[in-house]
């Protein structure tokens, strides 16, 4: 947890992996030395990118990170290029994705915040406000910058058409009320942090408009997958008749969030499954008495 949300892991494993070419010991800006080719830089290139992916498989951002610097080594060294020049290239890329990803953030944000107001039925011109929810955080904390989900919020505001936010506080880490609510009182936002458990009632008395959540896969059908406790405002979304807006970042005309490989209806599937102390400890203490789960 020191680093979360899949989009600032994919940056900060990436940049980890141009910090260790650089000053790593292996590395520098210079004339490269303990690699006798660029070969073999790319197998250590290959080898890194492999183990970064593993720390959180359920998340697309860090493979297809991988992805990209891994086959722009291997294309580098198949090339002939020299130890130095497949890792500048591989720095100058992992460098470029840091850009890429708050363009597209804010280009999400742009359309998120567009879809919302037409879902709702309210004129696009910053005439009229929403109310909004969402949980857990997406926002500059857990993206390169600005946000998916919190972006199209954000872009709500600039354009004077936010009324309200409602952050869940997103048990049992508390992210929205560690550092979803962090970002709302640092941006002037208004918004309020509300229990997990309240998500549905605050709907219910007409204060929410739009909900959206991030995303960690878009299905091949649209459908969007995320962690378990984002189901509960869906899943009064589905009851009370509220829109639902999933946010997932990506290059243009790039389908890296599209679950490859999922079947075409993921619903009941097991995408990410966390230890079953979750809802009796918090932080490694208990919080229940000592009980059977089942």
Do not use: F
């Not at 890194?48 to 060294?77: C, G, Q, Y």
């Not at 459908?223 to 999933?246: H, N, T």
């Amino acid at each position: 947890m020191l680093v979360r949300g899949a989009p600032a892991i994919a940056i900060a494993g990436a940049l980890s992996l141009a910090v260790e070419l650089v000053t790593g010991g292996w590395a520098d800006r210079n004339g490269l030395t303990g690699w006798a080719d660029g070969g073999v830089c790319a197998a250590h290139v290959r080898e890194r990118l492999a183990h970064l992916v593993a720390s959180r498989p359920t998340a697309v951002n860090m493979r297809e990170a991988a992805e990209r610097l891994t086959a722009l080594a291997d294309s580098a060294a198949g090339a002939g290029k020299s130890t130095a020049e497949v890792a500048e290239a591989v720095i100058e890329a992992a460098e470029g994705m840091l850009v890429e990803d708050v363009a597209s953030n804010k280009a999400l944000g742009k359309h998120g915040a567009e879809a919302m107001l037409k879902a709702a039925g309210v004129a696009a011109d910053g005439s009229e406000s929403i109310g909004v929810m969402t949980i857990c955080n997406t926002g500059s904390l857990a993206t390169a910058g600005y946000g998916t989900a919190l972006g199209a919020i954000r872009a709500l505001h600039e354009k004077g058409a936010l009324r309200q936010v409602y952050a869940c506080e997103t048990r049992p880490y508390n992210q929205g009320g560690r550092l979803t609510a962090y970002e709302i009182v640092a941006d002037g936002l208004p918004g309020t942090l509300i229990a997990d458990s309240a998500a549905a009632s605050a709907m219910a008395q007409g204060k929410v408009q739009a909900v959206i959540v991030g995303a960690d896969r878009v299905d091949p059908r649209r459908d969007v997958l995320g962690r378990a406790p984002d189901a509960r405002p869906r899943r009064a979304v589905v009851l009370l008749g509220r829109r639902l807006r999933g946010a997932a970042g990506g290059r243009e005309g790039d389908n890296r969030n599209l679950g490859r490989g999922l079947p075409r209806r993921v619903h009941g599937g097991v995408v990410d499954r966390r230890s079953e102390r979750l809802p009796d400890h918090v932080a490694g203490l208990g919080t229940a008495r000592d009980v059977e789960l089942v």
